[in-house]
């Protein structure tokens, strides 16, 4: 599996978008300073994601998603390639007996096949929109996340990086 935690908020930033010619599209922009953390795990080859929103980024909330992720997958034990945030090599980081994290070389997101589902995420289900509460931004990642979930053809294609694949 490959794990990543990913930030959303309530400041947009406009982005391109379609309009006939001759027509300028507009595109509203809020600078709000709140946000909420998506916490993912892909299992990249059976097109399988798991998903947490919470508040922040840090050891306790990465113990919460281990917890989480350690129960969905209980029939499995899971090698899980997780970044060098220092959350995921804190003394207090509580890895479950079917997990054994793995850490990706520094500076490299590019080898993290979730940083994917945050550029799905933002392009798909945020692009140019602003929201009026939190609230309301968590409910459209909430869709987004389930929507994706759901899909494993998806997912698959979207994340299936060749250093995953076993070889024979």
Not at 23 to 42: C, D, M
Not at 93 to 113: C, D, G, K, M, W
Not at 135 to 144: H, K, N, P, R, T
Request: proline share 8%.
């Amino acid at each position: 599996m490959a794990q990543d935690e990913g930030r959303f908020g309530r400041i947009s930033t406009p982005n391109r978008a379609w309009a006939p010619p001759g027509i300028r599209p507009k595109a509203p922009r809020q600078v709000i300073r709140e946000s909420s953390y998506v916490y993912a795990a892909v299992a990249p080859e059976q097109g399988l994601m798991t998903s947490l929103i919470l508040p922040s980024a840090n050891t306790a909330m990465m113990n919460l998603f281990l917890a989480q992720v350690a129960v969905d997958f209980a029939d499995y034990f899971i090698i899980m390639q997780v970044d060098q945030a220092g959350w995921h090599r804190a003394k207090d980081l509580e890895v479950p007996e079917n997990i054994r994290l793995i850490f990706q070389p520094a500076y490299s997101p590019e080898v993290n096949p979730v940083e994917h589902l945050w550029e799905e995420l933002r392009e798909k289900y945020l692009h140019n929109r602003v929201f009026p509460s939190l609230d309301e931004l968590i409910e459209v990642l909430c869709q987004g996340l389930n929507q994706l979930t759901a899909d494993q053809q998806r997912l698959r294609s979207m994340m299936f990086f060749p250093h995953f694949r076993m070889e024979d």
